[in-house]
C-alpha cells in the first residue's frame, strides 16, 4: 500500500526518462478509469446492502413483531426483478456522479435525485412486466436508506483512493494572486476533492521563484507545455479574471489539448451561485445567476418549510425551554427571556425573543472589563463578542449557549414571521452602519435563527465575514440550502464549535 499523499507538498518538477514513458500509459489508464471503476462498484454494493438490510427486516424483524406482514420471496428473486440494480448504476451516471468531482453535500443533492429516479424506475419496470410482487415497504425502505449510505460510502471510497494516491488530479494554478490564493485555499479545504496543486505560473518577476502558502511559483505562463508535460498535470485553472483576452487565448492555446481539464474563475466572487448556469449567445458566454428569494413562489416555499418545521421542533423542545427558564431565573435572577430589537426584513425592527444568558447588569459588567483589559477591547471590536472571560456570562447561560438553546425561544420569532430558520444573522439597529453597503442585500431576507455564519466558524468568525456568508446566501438561497444548513448546524452544535 502507497503512503497517504500530502496534498500541500509541492512536487518536484522532473521529466521521466524517454525509456520510461510507456509504462506510464497502463498507470494513465488506471487513474482515468480506476476511480470510476471503484464509485461504481461501491455505489453498486451501497445499494446491495440496502435491499439485502430491507429485505431482512421485512422479512423477519416485523414478521416477528406482528403477523400482518406475511413471508418474503427469496432474496434473489428480487435482485432479478430489480434487474440486479442496474436501474440505481444508469440513474447515477446520468446525474455525472462517475464523470464530475463535487462536495460532499452538492454530492448529497445528486444522489438524491438518482435514488429517487432509479426507485421510480424501478417500481415502473417491476409492474409494467408483471414481475414478482416486490414490497413496497421494503422499496420506500431501500430508497430512504440509499440517501444516506450512497453518499458516505462514496465518501469512504474517496477518502480511501486519496490514500492510495488514486484519486489525485495534479493541477496547475495560472496567476499567483489573490484569486489564485483563494483557489488554493478552496482546493486544501476540500480536499476530498482530490485536486493537488502542484505550483503556480505568474508573468510577475518578481512571485517567480517564491511560494504562495507552501506551493511554488514555478515561472511564466509561456512555460506552461514544460510544466504540464513534466509535472503530469491533468487540469489547470486559471485564476487571472483580469487577464486581457488576446492574452487568455494565447495562454490556452499554448495547452489546450494536453490537458484534461481547463478551469476559469471569473471576476464574481460576490455574485457566484451554487446553482450558476452557462448559456451560449450564439458565440457569447452568459452566466446565468438566479435569485430565488425574489420569486414570490419561492417566499412562499421557504414560508411553508419554516412553519411545518418550526411546529415540529417547537412540539419537542417547549418542555425543555420551561426547565431552562426556571433555571435561569434560579440562577441569576431577574426575567427569564432576553427580548432585544433586531433588523428584519427590509430594515423593519422586530422583538427577538431568546433566553437570558447574562446577569441583569452585563453593561456594567462588560464597560468595566473593556476598560480594564486592552486584549478584551481588540477582541471586541474585531468580532463583536468575547470569546472567553466574558463577565456577563452566567453559569447557566454558559451550559445554554454551548448547545445554543437560548436561542430555542426564537421558534417563536419563526411562527409569528420575523425570522426563519435559515438565514442571515439577525443584525442589531446598532450594526446597521458596520454593515455598509451589504446591508442593502442582506436585509432583502428574514434573518434566521442558523445560517452560513453558524455552520462556518460561528463566533470564530470575523464581523465582515459574517457578512460576506450571509451575502452569498440571500443571492443563492434554495430549499437544499436551507436542508444543508440545518443539518450542519447540528452537528455544530453537538460538537460545540464557536460556542461561547
Known amino acids: 500500500m502507497r503512503r497517504a499523499v500530502d496534498l500541500t507538498r509541492p ?16 498507470r494513465l489508464l488506471w487513474a482515468t478509469a480506476g476511480p470510476t ?43 432479478v426483478d430489480l434487474y440486479f440494480l442496474l436501474p440505481w448504476s444508469v440513474a447515477l451516471a446520468q446525474e455525472r456522479l462517475y464523470t464530475r468531482r463535487r462536495l460532499f453535500w452538492d454530492e448529497v443533492r445528486y444522489t438524491t435525485r438518482g435514488t429517487s429516479l432509479a426507485t421510480v424506475v424501478a417500481i415502473f419496470l417491476i409492474y409494467a412486466t408483471k414481475a414478482t410482487e416486490v414490497s413496497r415497504l421494503l422499496l420506500a425502505s431501500v430508497w430512504f436508506m440509499s440517501l444516506a449510505v450512497i453518499p458516505l460510502a462514496r465518501a469512504g471510497t474517496k477518502l480511501l483512493l486519496l490514500r492510495l494516491g488514486w484519486w489525485e488530479r495534479r493541477a ?28 503556480f505560473l505568474d508573468d510577475d ?12 511559483v514555478l515561472g511564466p505562463i509561456a512555460d506552461i507545455t514544460k510544466y504540464v508535460r513534466g509535472l503530469a498535470v491533468r487540469d489547470v485553472i486559471i485564476a487571472m479574471p483580469r487577464l486581457a483576452r488576446p492574452e487568455l487565448l494565447r495562454a490556452v492555446a499554448r495547452f489546450e489539448g494536453t490537458v ?42 421557504k414560508r411553508a ?8 421542533a417547537g412540539v419537542v423542545l417547549f418542555p425543555l425551554v420551561l426547565l431552562a427558564a426556571v433555571a435561569v431565573r434560579f440562577d441569576s435572577g431577574g426575567p427569564a427571556f432576553f427580548v432585544q430589537d433586531r433588523l ?40 463583536a463578542k468575547l470569546k472567553s472571560d466574558d463577565p456577563r456570562v452566567t453559569p447557566i447561560g454558559r451550559v445554554l449557549r454551548r448547545f445554543s438553546a437560548d436561542e430555542w425561544p426564537q421558534l417563536y420569532n419563526v411562527l409569528h414571521g420575523d425570522m426563519s430558520l435559515v438565514g442571515p444573522r439577525p443584525y442589531l439597529p446598532g450594526e446597521r452602519a458596520q454593515m455598509g453597503a451589504l446591508a442593502q442585500t442582506i ?40 436542508v444543508v444548513v440545518l443539518a450542519k448546524t447540528v452537528n455544530s452544535v453537538v460538537r460545540g464549535w464557536g460556542a461561547y
Open 11 to 26: 512536487f518536484p518538477a522532473r521529466t521521466p526518462p524517454p525509456h520510461t514513458r510507456p509504462a506510464r500509459l497502463p
Open 37 to 79: 471503476v471503484a464509485l461504481l462498484v461501491t455505489d453498486w454494493l451501497a445499494v446491495l446492502a440496502c435491499v439485502a438490510s430491507a429485505w431482512m427486516v421485512r422479512g423477519f424483524v416485523l414478521p416477528a413483531l406482528t403477523p400482518s406482514f406475511g413471508a418474503l420471496y427469496p432474496f434473489r428473486a428480487y435482485l
Open 172 to 199: 496547475l494554478i495560472l496567476g499567483a494572486g489573490a484569486t489564485g490564493r483563494k483557489v488554493l485555499e478552496r482546493v486544501r479545504c476540500h480536499h476530498i476533492l482530490g485536486y493537488r496543486p502542484v505550483g
Open 205 to 216: 518577476p518578481g512571485k517567480q521563484g517564491n511560494d504562495v502558502d507552501g506551493v511554488p
Open 260 to 301: 484534461e481539464s481547463v478551469y476559469l474563475v471569473p471576476d464574481v466572487f460576490g455574485l457566484t451561485s451554487a446553482g450558476v448556469e452557462t448559456q451560449d449567445l450564439d458565440g457569447t458566454l452568459l452566466l446565468h445567476m438566479r435569485w430565488n428569494l425574489a420569486k414570490p413562489w419561492s417566499r412562499v416555499i
Open 305 to 312: 418549510f419554516d412553519v411545518v418545521g418550526a411546529t415540529l
Open 344 to 383: 428584519g426584513r427590509g430594515g423593519r425592527r422586530f422583538r427577538c425573543f431568546k433566553l437570558r444568558t447574562m446577569y441583569p447588569d452585563a453593561a456594567g459588567r462588560l464597560e468595566a472589563h473593556l476598560h480594564e483589559s486592552p486584549a478584551a477591547q481588540i477582541e471586541w471590536e474585531r468580532y
Open 443 to 482: 436585509l432583502k431576507a428574514q434573518p434566521g435563527m442558523t445560517g452560513l455564519w453558524q455552520v462556518s466558524g460561528r463566533n470564530e468568525l470575523s464581523f465582515d465575514r459574517r457578512l460576506q456568508l450571509d451575502e452569498y446566501y440571500v443571492r443563492n438561497w434554495s430549499v437544499w440550502m436551507d
